[in-house]
């Protein structure tokens, strides 16, 4: 009846009741062994009679058993003839009454255990709702976190590195967070919230925003300087709806609603383009862009504005292009556009005298290859043949001679470069090593030999194919480069 009323009581399994008394009834059968014993107590869950049971484990005759606790073979025959290592040998004894020291054990035993139970009741509660937004009333503060009640039984913590700004919290006061995780410590499992996350601006737009919630508008991505200032942008899946007039609000009350759950932090609401380079743009509001160039190699975008307009683009500390460029996953690079035509005229000054070298042309012929988009020996020497004729003052006899001629310096460059490599000249430490002579040194370099590590990592057989090398002094060199390991273990 105790086990049924504190199980509806709590919310916790029955069985856990029954369990907790049978653990704290076998740790007070085991206080009357002078010796260590397993002892097991099973209580029947209709009539609440129970029974104990001392057991020993079964273990091999060359192995030294615990007192108390196992047999040896030898002595598990003596008890029953057909027990084996690993058995288990059990046999009844007598119960230990429920007294004043078992009943205050089974107390502490099953307070411990119902607490353990209604945290794992509440994380299985929660564990699905990780990125949700959750309200609750701020139960403690303390100088490192603050604890959040969510009803229920459950806690979640709030620590003071994760709240927006200076946000100041007293005890009652009501508070959204958004839970961030499930972690796991020595009191259990805590449920983690934050305030800072860019979810959380994603999730408070949602509320303030029917259309969000409907699915006409899909925010895109969310970038936050927790308390002073975050971007977020928009899509409408309906052609009819703004996107951003809808988040914004009449005379601005939704955006305002947001941002005053978030102390006040300022929202920029951006919408989204397919383009990388027309959603950098928008990002960068309110800054006007005055030219765009996408390096997507280097998955980098330069972006140039006014001169009197650069402070704007950059913002506070950088606040706005690093703003733009977490929403937009570019990076981007704040330039006026004096200082952009210049690094054009530069990039374009570098890329024609590339062309001259390599193809062996004059500049007026690098100038017009530059002027229609190619900037490599590669692009000259792959595109298609009609595409090169087709530019004025080019027929397919000019093309054909500029393809090969581009094909033939790549082919050099990449066998210089191979050469490089392979000419590696040996290091000091190979060189001045004993019983090594200039002329090897620079045979074994060629075979990517550089240093003493890389000669004592060799087998005698990886340089007998050298020339003046035997046997016996390729094993004398290799044991001289490993020398220093030997150094090393007797220190």
């Known amino acids: 009846m105790v086990a049924e009323a504190v199980s509806n009581e709590k919310g916790v399994d029955r069985e856990v009741i029954f369990e907790a008394m049978e653990e704290a009834l076998a740790t007070a059968t085991k206080k009357r062994f002078e010796e260590m014993a397993n002892i097991r107590v099973s209580i029947d869950r209709s009539t609440g009679e129970y029974e104990t049971f001392r ?34 040998y059990q046999e009844q004894v007598e119960n230990e009454a429920f007294g004043r020291i078992a009943a205050q054990l089974a107390k502490q035993v099953i307070v411990q255990r119902v607490r353990d139970a209604e945290r794992e009741l509440v994380i299985n509660r929660y564990r699905h709702r990780i990125g949700d937004l959750i309200n609750g009333t701020v139960k403690k503060v303390t100088r490192d976190h603050i604890i959040v009640d969510f009803g229920d039984n459950a806690e979640g913590l709030l620590p003071r590195e994760e709240l927006v700004g200076r946000e100041i919290f007293r005890v009652n006061d009501r508070t959204r ?51 002073q200032r975050a971007k977020i942008a928009v899509k409408s899946k309906d052609a009819r709806i703004d996107p ?36 950098v743009i928008n990002a960068m509001s309110p800054a006007e862009v005055g030219s765009i160039v996408v ?23 950088g606040q706005n292009v690093r703003l733009a460029s ?29 062309l001259m070298r390599g193809l062996d042309i004059d500049e007026d012929v690098a100038i017009v ?45 990449a066998l210089v470069s191979e050469e490089q490599l392979t000419n590696t ?20 370099a060629a075979i990517k030999i550089v240093t003493m590590e890389d000669l ?30 030997f150094e090393g273990d007797s220190n």
């Not at 057991?55 to 029953?80: I, M, N, S």
């Not at 509320?207 to 969310?222: F, H, L, N, T």
Request: hydrophobic share 45%; charged share 30%; glycine share 8%.
């Open 55 to 88: 057991w020993w484990e079964v273990v091999a005759d060359d192995v030294l058993a615990e007192l108390g606790t196992q047999f040896t073979t030898e002595e598990a025959k003596e008890k029953e003839s057909k027990l084996s290592v690993g058995d288990i």
């Open 177 to 227: 967070t958004i839970l961030t995780g499930i972690r796991d410590d020595s009191r259990g499992p805590q449920l983690m919230v934050s305030r800072i996350s860019p979810e959380m601006l994603i999730q408070l737009f949602r509320i303030e925003v029917p259309e969000i919630a409907e699915g006409v508008i899909e925010i895109k991505g969310a970038a936050r300087d927790p308390g």
């Open 244 to 279: 951003v007039g809808a988040c914004v609000g009449m005379r601005g009350a939704r955006v305002q609603a947001v941002s005053g759950d978030l102390d006040d932090e300022r929202v920029d609401i951006v919408l989204w383009d397919d383009n990388p380079a027309q959603l």
């Open 295 to 317: 390096d997507e190699d280097a998955h980098s975008m330069d972006v140039a504005v006014e001169s009197d307009n650069l402070a704007q683009a950059i913002g506070k500390g």
């Open 326 to 354: 977490e929403l937009t996953g570019w990076n981007i690079n704040v330039m006026t556009l004096e200082d952009a035509e210049e690094k054009q005229l530069q990039e374009a000054s570098d890329v024609v005298e590339s």
């Open 369 to 413: 290859l530059v002027e229609e988009g190619f900037t490599s020996l590669e692009e000259v020497a792959y595109v298609p043949l009609e595409e090169m004729s087709a530019i004025e003052g080019f027929d397919e006899g000019i093309a054909e001679e500029l393809r090969s001629r581009a094909k033939d310096a790549l082919l050099t460059m």
């Open 425 to 444: 000249p040996p290091a000091e430490d190979l060189l001045n090593m004993e019983g090594m002579d200039q002329d090897l040194a620079y045979k074994l």
């Open 456 to 485: 004592a990592e060799q087998a005698v057989d990886d340089i007998l194919e050298l020339e003046g090398v035997d046997e016996e002094r390729a094993a004398a060199l290799i044991m001289t480069a490993r020398a220093p390991w």
